[in-house]
């Protein structure tokens, strides 16, 4: 099945000016040569992707709660797309799901849209119309422009769109990968992140968890949020992680 690259770079970048957020989405889908053709298209149009190959890595990755959007197909090896959208929804992620599907028949678009999915496209299906149809669904999760393109907690503010960090009055100089860093970190606010998942999501790569990149970069990041702040936001975990809360 042949899914032509050519019109990502054009269509696909003219969506992520549009959005200018950071958004990352999971694909989820057993067909590698569509993985792989999704992975990179998506990523030329400045999304940031996860992928997997089956049901249960999906479950996995959609539990810790940092994507904006799901692509799934519903051919799974190891469960059928619907029984996964709902474990996701039974476990409380609300992101707007796209379900890629070889099913054509009206019967089971229904049935797809009545059980989680919030939109359906069915294969072979053109990379124009999947961003068309992804950029919609990703709009309507988040209607408020202030909401879609800052996050806070307590007196720190994020702009995703000018990649500018304040506490408080004061702008913080961030180089981009401690900016990577603190919004991963309140992405999943009150929520424990080890140091294998920070190294995965904002390095994109799988070391040695044992090298001390990320206890580095904390440090740096921490001297610079916490600072002459009346208290800390960014907390270390012993022997597990670190968590940014409020409290």
């Known amino acids: 099945m042949n899914y032509p690259l050519a019109s990502t770079s054009t269509f696909g970048s003219a969506i992520a000016r549009s959005e200018g957020v950071s958004v990352r989405l999971l694909v989820v889908e057993d067909d590698l040569a569509i993985q792989e053709f999704l992975r990179r298209a998506l990523i030329e149009a400045g999304y940031q992707v996860d992928v997997a190959p089956d049901a249960r890595t999906a479950e996995s990755l959609a539990a810790e709660g940092t994507h904006d959007g799901l ?5 799974l090896p190891d469960m ?3 029984d996964l959208i709902a474990r996701c929804r039974a476990h409380g992620n609300t992101a707007p799901v796209l379900i ?5 028949s009206v019967d089971e678009r229904v049935r797809g849209l ?3 999915g919030d939109d359906y496209l069915t294969k072979p299906f053109a990379l124009s119309e999947l961003l068309a149809r992804l950029r919609n669904l990703l709009r309507r999760a988040s209607p408020g422009q202030n909401e879609s393109t800052r996050l806070r907690i307590a007196d720190l503010e994020l702009d995703l769109v000018r990649r500018e960090a304040k506490r408080g009055s004061q702008i913080l100089q961030l180089t981009p990968q401690e900016f990577a860093l603190l919004e991963y970190l309140c992405r999943n606010t009150g929520r424990v992140v ?3 998942m920070i190294l995965d999501h904002v390095w994109r790569m799988r070391i040695d968890p044992a090298t001390n990149v ?7 990041l921490r001297s610079k949020v916490d600072r002459d ?3 800390p936001l960014i907390h270390t975990i012993r ?5 940014l809360k409020d409290s």
């Open 71 to 75: 692509i799934i197909d519903l051919g």
């Open 80 to 82: 059928d797309g619907l």
């Open 100 to 104: 890629l599907s070889a099913r054509r």
């Open 114 to 116: 009545e059980q989680g």
């Open 194 to 196: 080890t140091r294998t």
């Open 214 to 220: 990320v206890d580095v970069h904390i440090y740096r």
């Open 229 to 231: 702040a009346p208290k």
């Open 239 to 243: 022997g597990v992680g670190y968590v």
